[in-house]
């Protein structure tokens, strides 16, 4: 038997939240946050990503009275954070084939922030 524990890693984790409302004029939003999270693999850290995410969950009324609730969606990717952390470093790296459709959705937030 091992006594000695597995040593602890840190993993930047990209958690999905999403907000609704009962008012018919409320328009979903999505935010996408970058989380370190530590574990001794990466199970755990999603598992603890998913635990962290649920705390932050959270109802409230905007200032034009609607009932605004945010949600814990998913643990969209978790990569292990291979540098030490300090400026400049690394934390974060995602892959993805279809440049366009990665051109369609940044073109999409930058005119909704614009609005």
Not at 70 to 92: C, K, L, M, P, Q
């Amino acid at each position: 038997m091992d006594r000695h524990p597995a040593p602890l890693k840190s993993f930047a984790t990209l958690i999905l939240y999403s907000s609704s409302s009962p008012s018919a004029t409320y328009r979903r939003l999505y935010e996408e946050t970058i989380t370190i999270i530590t574990g001794t693999s990466e199970e755990q850290a999603v598992e603890r990503a998913r635990e962290l995410a649920m705390t932050r969950e959270t109802e409230f009324e905007n200032k034009f009275g609607e009932t605004i609730r945010w949600s814990f969606e998913r643990v969209v990717d978790i990569s292990e954070i291979a540098e030490t952390i300090a400026d400049g470093a690394e934390i974060y790296t995602r892959h993805f084939h279809d440049y366009a459709a990665y051109c369609a959705i940044a073109d999409s937030d930058a005119t909704e922030q614009e609005t």
